[in-house]
């Protein structure tokens, strides 16, 4: 059987050093090598005590910091350069540790607060305006492909004809412009659907379509995607703060 090396407070190796350098309060730039070498090693005689399975990365913690305690005591021979700090990587890796530690416990607290709370729910039924700066960030939504695919929806619905008759519709973009503008004197928004679901002739949707766009175009109106990929939202744009 094989156990996970977790005492209270500590667990690993790196963690049971930053335990000794804030318990005696010592510099981690400075770090007393011989002190926290003796200890370590105590503490790994009493998990051998527990009859725990060592894990072993203490035990190679163990051989690093005796190898750091060997250089810093062997003298240096005539000549030979000053060598970097044999505790340096010690403290770096300490330090890295102890960001992640305290990041960790940040995170851990805001999960704590955070199932404290509960948000309103069913906002999506609440009137949405939104101003001008905001209509660039909204039009990403919406794509071609929601277009056309709301374009084919609403042509899949119209009646059916085996034949039809040739005739002049006085269909304009402004007389279209002018119907959108009046759906919006009534309501905030409405569905592509629901502006053209009425409509039985083609050209009177295609008019109605590039009206829209003209509208959104000039700052009118707006769109934002669904759920659903054939259809999407029309809103009318305010220049007042929302």
Do not use: C, W
Not at 134 to 142: A, G, H, Y
Not at 157 to 163: C, E, L
């Amino acid at each position: 059987m094989s156990y996970r090396v977790k005492l209270q407070e500590f667990e690993g190796p790196l963690d049971l050093l930053l335990f000794f350098i804030k318990r005696d309060e010592l510099d981690i730039y400075d770090i007393p090598i011989s002190k926290i070498t003796k200890e370590f090693l105590e503490y790994l005689h009493l998990l051998q005590e527990l009859d725990l399975e060592v894990a072993g990365d203490f035990i190679v913690m163990a051989a690093e910091l005796m190898q750091i305690k060997v250089r810093m005591l062997l003298p240096k021979a005539p000549g030979e350069e000053e060598e970097e700090d044999p505790r340096a990587e010690l403290v770096r890796r300490l330090l890295e540790y102890k960001r992640f530690k305290e990041a960790s416990a940040v995170l851990s607290s805001l999960e704590d607060e955070s199932v404290k709370l509960f948000y309103r729910q069913g906002f999506q039924a609440d009137p949405k305006v939104m101003t001008l700066e905001d209509q660039e960030e909204s039009l990403k939504t919406v794509t071609m492909f929601n277009l056309i695919s709301a374009f084919k929806k609403v042509l899949d619905s119209t009646p059916k004809k085996i034949y039809h008759d040739v005739e002049l519709m006085n269909v304009s973009i402004d007389e279209q412009m002018s119907y959108i503008a009046d759906v919006f004197r009534f309501r905030e928004q409405v569905t592509f659907f629901e502006l053209v679901s009425h409509m039985t002739e083609k050209i009177r949707i295609i008019v109605t379509i590039i009206a829209m766009l003209e509208m959104v175009k000039n700052k009118i109106i707006a769109l934002r995607a669904t759920d659903y990929e054939d259809d999407f939202v029309i809103y009318k744009l305010t220049n007042e703060p929302a």
